[in-house]
């Protein structure tokens, strides 16, 4: 839709010419949202394309993703023999309600910082165990763990003009196995709960990661696999049962119910020798 409160259009090419925030400003990525509902506290978008990040680079250590790279872009993306966890970029792709504009303009920096509870990016960044670089404003670069980032239903730690710059998916976090769940009540709909589980080849520990079902995400992390019983008493510890994200995706109730489910389908999946009973 056309945004008739926007005034300035401005196109850095280096965040630096950014020095001075005002509210008003925003950062413009892929537009997708941005130009979905009209934006009256919005009178200058800042245009980050132009600033022409790297979308992937690899290393030994690990994945930087930009946050200027497209949907399209990450899912065409092979990755390393190495890293078996990259097949979840297409599982949490595929997770994502898009038309085709949506897919191939969206960005996976503009999702994460939606900061909505059903962000596939949000999903596949924390269980995959990203440290976000964020650029503040006229201070150093700061680097936080994924799982921190987003606070709420579309609420995050970003401050005023802070610029989230990339996302790091450690090589160790891609070498393991895993497990993906996810349901929708419509077909290609958003997500009422998307979790993934990880356990290191050979090893005998657990992550597992709650989204789309609370309003943030929830990591849950074992040294050794847990029991079924162990898993469902961790759950109800951690998450109680108002803690679920009640929306016209799921009730609460379904969404809880979801979570216990599809954890103990992961647990059982990922369960191996020195699993306990
Ligand atoms: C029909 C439809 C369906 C949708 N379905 C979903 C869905 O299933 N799940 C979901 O999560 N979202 C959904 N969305 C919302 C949105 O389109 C996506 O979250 C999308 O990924 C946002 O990415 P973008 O690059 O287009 O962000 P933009 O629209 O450009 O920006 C989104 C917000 O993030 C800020 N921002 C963007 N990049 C940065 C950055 N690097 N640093 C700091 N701030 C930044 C912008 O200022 C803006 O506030 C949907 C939207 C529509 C219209």
């Not at 992937?56 to 200027?68: C, W």
């Not at 191939?104 to 509870?117: K, Q, R, V, W």
């Not at 356990?199 to 005998?204: H, L, P, Q, S, Y």
Request: net charge negative; aromatic share 8%.
């Amino acid at each position: 839709m056309n945004l008739n409160t926007i005034k300035e259009i401005i196109r850095p090419s280096s965040a630096d010419e950014i020095g001075q925030w005002r509210d008003g400003y925003a950062w413009l990525a892929g537009g997708t949202w941005l130009f979905s509902e009209p934006q009256f506290a919005t009178d200058t978008l800042i245009d980050l394309d132009q600033l022409n990040w790297p979308a992937l680079e690899a290393s030994p250590a690990g994945l930087d993703i930009a946050a200027t790279c497209r949907i399209a872009e990450l899912y065409q993306y092979a990755g390393s023999a190495d890293w078996p966890a990259m097949a979840l970029v297409r599982e949490c792709c595929d997770a994502f309600l898009a038309s085709f504009k949506i897919w191939n303009a969206s960005t996976i920096g503009g999702n994460i910082c939606m900061s909505l509870p059903a962000g596939p990016m949000i999903s596949l960044t924390v269980a995959l165990e990203a440290t976000y670089t964020l650029w503040p404003r006229n201070a150093p670069p700061r680097q936080v763990a994924g799982v921190d980032f987003v606070t709420g239903n579309h609420s995050n730690i970003l401050q005023p003009g802070e610029l989230l710059r990339s996302m790091h998916l450690p090589a160790a976090a891609l070498s393991k196995r895993h497990a993906f769940r996810h349901a929708s009540l419509t077909h290609l709909g958003r997500s009422a709960a998307l979790l993934i589980g990880t356990r290191t080849a050979n090893g005998d520990d657990f992550l597992l990661t709650i989204t789309a079902a609370t309003p943030r995400p929830i990591q849950l992390r074992f040294e050794h696999m847990p029991s079924a019983v162990e898993l469902r008493r961790a759950i109800a510890e951690r998450i109680p049962a108002d803690g679920y994200f009640h929306d016209v995706h799921g009730s609460a109730a379904y969404k809880q119910h979801l979570t216990y489910h599809f954890a103990e389908e992961i647990r059982s999946e990922l369960a191996g020798p020195g699993a306990h009973a």
